[in-house]
Structure formats: structure tokens, C-alpha cells
């Protein structure tokens, strides 16, 4: 199951449980009737912070963190706008959370985008492997072969079992 499918299962849960989610916050009977009908808008969020970043991931292990970075400031610089017109100064009958959680999804929505075209315009065969144990230019050969060793029994502590 991969990462967009575990979030859209969260969100799909989050949003089936939104009446006892209510009732665990607060006692206030209004409250929980705003979380019980606008709950939808924020598990919207969840898938797409998943894929955001799930491609920020890979945009990181390509040594392109700048890009999504990029992306998600300007998302945000739109998303956090457009929260504010949508929550405030559109008309949702009394659900100002719909129209926040709306400009955020937005938000993440370019965001993730942006990701995509990184990811998809990347030359991944012109990429070197980073090599996780950089060598110290006068480090000692054995030295770095204990470090190497000690950095492979903290990984798997079973090894020497």
C-alpha cells in the first residue's frame, strides 16, 4: 500500500469517526456540530500533504530540496490568502472551516504539483549516488573501517547476537 493510499485511508477514517472526534475535544454541542459537517474539507487536506511529500522525498534524495521547498512557500503564499477570502469573506452558512481547510488543500495541491514537474523534469540517470560514509581526506583507512563497522551493528543490533 503505498503513502497516498495510507493517507486517503486516514482521511477516509478521520472522516468516519468525526462525530466521536468532536465529542473527544470539547462538550459544546455547536462545536461538535462544526466538526461533524465541515470535517471533510480538512481530511481533504491529508491526501495531499501526502503527496507533497512523497515527492518532496524524492526531489531530496535527488538533491533538489530547493525546488519543492520553492513550491510549497509559494503554495502557501496563495493557499494563506485564499484561506482568509474563502473562510471570511465568502458566504458557507456559518462553515468559515470549510473555506481555510479549502485554500490549505489549495495550497498543498500547487505544492505538490510543483513537486511533480520537478521530479518529472530531473535527469535521474545523470545522478550519482550520495555516498552516506564520506571519507575524511586524512582519515586513517582503519579508522574508517571501525566507524564503518560500529555505524552497521548500531543499524541492525542483532548482528552481533
Known amino acids: 500500500m503505498c503513502i497516498r493510499d495510507r493517507a486517503s485511508c ?3 477514517l478521520l472522516w468516519l469517526l468525526r462525530v466521536q472526534v468532536g465529542e473527544l475535544f470539547t462538550a459544546d454541542i ?10 471533510w474539507a480538512a ?3 491529508i491526501p495531499c ?11 531530496v534524495g535527488g538533491g533538489k530540496a530547493i525546488y519543492p521547498s520553492l513550491g510549497t512557500v509559494l503554495g502557501y503564499s ?13 458566504d458557507w452558512a456559518n462553515h468559515h472551516l470549510v473555506g481555510i481547510w479549502l485554500g490549505i488543500a489549495a495550497a498543498l ?14 535527469d535521474w540517470s545523470t545522478l550519482k549516488p550520495v555516498d552516506h560514509h564520506r571519507v575524511k581526506q586524512d582519515e586513517d ?13 548500531s543499524e541492525n543490533p542483532l548482528a552481533n547476537t
Open 109 to 122: 495541491v500547487f505544492a505538490a504539483a510543483w513537486s511533480g514537474v520537478t521530479v518529472a523534469c530531473v
Open 141 to 153: 583507512p582503519e579508522t574508517l573501517n571501525d566507524r564503518l563497522m560500529l555505524d552497521q551493528q
Open 10 to 12: 486516514s482521511a477516509v
Open 30 to 39: 455547536a462545536v461538535q456540530h462544526g466538526i461533524k459537517t465541515d470535517m
Open 49 to 59: 500533504h501526502a503527496v507533497l511529500m512523497s515527492l518532496y522525498g524524492i526531489c
Open 43 to 45: 481530511c481533504l487536506v
Open 78 to 90: 496563495v493557499g494563506i490568502p485564499l484561506s482568509w477570502y474563502l473562510g471570511f469573506e465568502v
